[in-house]
Structures are given as structure tokens and as C-alpha cells.
């Protein structure tokens, strides 16, 4: 089952904060979060393994609820460099890695 | 440290030909895998490598799509005969362990497909 991501995409000025969502309507057992710039491969971003697990690479962390099924992404004091399309993953019980369908962040100066 | 290596990084073919794409992992992954991703979508899981054997196959389009990897390192993704909705780009991914673990993927640039 994919993840759902919310918003599909979403227009910052330099310095502005963003949320990314993540959700499944089956258990989670692990949130990977992965970064893609135009024409290039998916860069790893973390991994968040426990329900109400928080980390943190730079400005931009995660949290996981894994009661409420979802994960959330906060981009804080965005810089143009975060500009790209941020994917969200899912470990199902059998292991397998399944992807949102991405949410388009665009940081403008 | 090398990285996940593809190719070719384009292809261009008219449907019902054949084409062939070629990954070859980080070394020491044993784990590795090929996504389709279509143009404003997620990489949807092709199919995925534990060594030499495949570890998860259902989303692959078995009647034209085959992949192989017989030394358990590099791999290989053909499809014949393509057809229009196989436009796409294919990203190879590895990881060290893989299967039931929570490690990050290694992605390669990928191969992107045109089928006229």
C-alpha cells in the first residue's frame, strides 16, 4: 500500500518553514525519508524505526506517530539548496520499501 | 567510495524493440534494486536482489520484463517487446544488508527511457 504525501507541492521564500506529510492506512514499521533533485537519483535524507522517533540531519527533521500511521518532515530556515522533490517510504512486514508519490518543494530567493 | 553505477543514461527506442539496462552496485551490497519511476511519481520497487537470488518480484511485468543478477553483483534489466507506458526512468538502488532490515538505499543516477 503507498504512502500518501501531502502536499502534492509547495513555493517557499528563503528562510520560510515547511511540513511535508506522510500517511498509510496500513502499520508502518519504518519512515524513510529521501530527497531527489531534478535529474538526478534519490539521496537518503534518515530513517525514523520507532513510534515517536524524532532525528534531525541539518535544518530539516522527521517525527514518526506510528499510532496515527504517519510521519511528518519539517524544513526549517529553507535554503535554496532543500529545493527538490521529497519522497517518503514505508517498510511493510514483509520488508519491502514502498514510496509516496512525492511532494515538489520549490525555495525561491 | 564508488557509487551505484548505470547505464546507459539515456535510451531511446520505438516500441516493440528491445532494450537492456545494466547496474552495478556498490561493492559489498548484497542487496539490490530496480525502480521504475514514471515522470511525477514515486519509484515504484521492479524488482529486489538478496545476493544472487530475487527476493521480491511482484510488481515486475513478467511477460516482458526480466532482470538477472548471476554472480551476485551487477545486474542486469531487459525488456522486450517495450510499449509506450514503459517510459520511465530505471534507478538501480543497493543496499548492504536489505531484506527486513531498516538501511538506507544507495540510488544510481539512473537510465531514462523513451518509447516512441
Known amino acids: 500500500q503507498q504512502p500518501v504525501q501531502s502536499p502534492q507541492a509547495v513555493i517557499l521564500r528563503e528562510g520560510e518553514d515547511a511540513v511535508i506529510n506522510c500517511s498509510s492506512s496500513?502499520?508502518?514499521?519504518?519512515v524513510h525519508w529521501y530527497r531527489q533533485k531534478h535529474g538526478e537519483a534519490p539521496v537518503f535524507l534518515m530513517i525514523l524505526l520507532k513510534g515517536g522517533e524524532q532525528k534531525g540531519h541539518e535544518k530539516i527533521s522527521a517525527s514518526f506517530n506510528e499510532k496515527k500511521q504517519q510521519s511528518s518532515l519539517y524544513l526549517t530556515a529553507s535554503q535554496l539548496s532543500y529545493s527538490g522533490t521529497y519522497f517518503c517510504g514505508s517498510r511493510n512486514q514483509g520488508g519491502k520499501l514502498i514510496f509516496g508519490q512525492g511532494t515538489e518543494l520549490s525555495v525561491k530567493p | 567510495e564508488a557509487g551505484v553505477a548505470q547505464s546507459p543514461r539515456y535510451k531511446i527506442i520505438e516500441k516493440r524493440q528491445s532494450v537492456a539496462f545494466w547496474c552495478n552496485p556498490i561493492?559489498?551490497?548484497?542487496?539490490l534494486y530496480w525502480y521504475q519511476q514514471i515522470l511525477g511519481q514515486g519509484p515504484k520497487l521492479l524488482i529486489q536482489?538478496?545476493?544472487?537470488?530475487?527476493?521480491?518480484d511482484s510488481q515486475l511485468p513478467k511477460d516482458r520484463f526480466s532482470a538477472e543478477r548471476l554472480k551476485g553483483v551487477d545486474s542486469t534489466l531487459k525488456i522486450q517487446p517495450a510499449k509506450l507506458e514503459d517510459s520511465a526512468v530505471y534507478l538501480c538502488?543497493?543496499?548492504?544488508?536489505?531484506?527486513?532490515?531498516?538501511?538506507?538505499?544507495?540510488f544510481g543516477s539512473g537510465t531514462q527511457l523513451s518509447v516512441l
Open positions: 561493492s559489498g551490497h548484497a542487496t
Open positions: 496500513k502499520a508502518l514499521y519504518s
Open positions: 536482489f538478496q545476493n544472487n537470488g530475487v527476493v521480491d
Open positions: 538502488a543497493s543496499s548492504y544488508h536489505g531484506e527486513g532490515t531498516n538501511e538506507k538505499l544507495f
